[in-house]
T-cell receptor
Framework: AQSVTQPDIHITVSEGASLELRCNYS??????LFWYVQSPGQGLQLLLK??????LVQGIKGFEAEFKRSQSSFNLRKPSVHWSDAAEYFC????????????FGQGTELSVKP | NAGVTQTPKFRVLKTGQSMTLLCAQD?????MYWYRQDPGMGLRLIHY???????AKGEVPDGYNVSRLKKQNFLLGLESAAPSQTSVYFC???????????????FGPGTRLTVL
């Protein structure tokens, strides 16, 4: 069965420091992968997605993610974190041929220290 | 465009009561989804719809029913609420590419439901 694991429940980084959020997936076919962000009290917003081509994808707000098939990973990165990046981040994989269904990871909560 | 809207934003129910959550989208999207979000569990799909008049079960459909009578609306019903249904409920919609692959889902702001 398809699954997504985000090993880190909570991460704290200093403002200006680099960030990497981990995501591992289990999926038999070519995965379609997403990162969403949820600010407190809000719905989810798409940061970026991968479904083919270049394994390094750029997203909004200065985020990028790299797809590594050999490691079944799709880690999210940002070179310099801003205080406004504090939020919860979700990795998701799409289930093929099932109406766009997404399987989400458990989420990683990011705190940013001044 | 309002995007995806959800009504109500908050609700408190007693065990056994019923209620309907309304999701509306003004983007002419074909696909719509209902998720629940619980601490430490991410979002789990309850039901979804790939078009007007069609619905399908997701990961956690028990205790919920849905209807998609109009393309822009997707209703989630709880016939007899239980404390285990205390959660935050999110609706989402997507354009609905022919194969449903790589499509962006747009989320509403959520409904916080408490069942006592």
């Amino acid at each position: 069965a398809q699954s997504v694991t985000q090993p880190d429940i909570h991460i704290t980084v200093s403002e200006g420091a680099s960030l990497e959020l981990r995501c591992n997936y289990s999926y038999g076919a070519t995965p379609y992968l997403f990162w969403y962000v949820q600010s407190p009290g809000q719905g989810l917003q798409l940061l970026l997605k991968y479904f083919s081509g270049d394994t390094l994808v750029q997203g909004i707000k200065g985020f990028e993610a790299e797809f590594k098939r050999s490691q079944s990973s799709f880690n999210l990165r940002k070179p310099s974190v801003h205080w406004s990046d504090a939020a919860e981040y979700f990795c998701a994989v799409e289930v093929n041929n099932q109406g766009g269904k997404l399987i989400f990871g458990q989420g990683t909560e990011l705190s940013v220290k001044p | 465009n309002a995007g995806v809207t959800q009504t109500p934003k908050f609700r408190v129910l007693k065990t056994g009561q019923s209620m309907t959550l309304l999701c509306a989208q003004d983007m002419n999207h074909e696909y719509m989804y209902w998720y629940r979000q619980d601490p430490g569990m991410g979002l789990r799909l309850i039901h979804y719809s790939v078009g007007e008049g069609t619905t399908a079960k997701g990961e956690v459909p028990d205790g919920y029913n849905v209807s998609r009578l109009k393309k822009q609306n997707f209703l989630l019903g709880l016939e007899s609420a239980a404390p285990s249904q205390t959660s935050v409920y999110f609706c989402a919609s997507s354009y609905g590419l022919r194969t449903g692959l790589g499509d962006t889902q747009y989320f509403g702001p959520g409904t916080r439901l408490t069942v006592l």
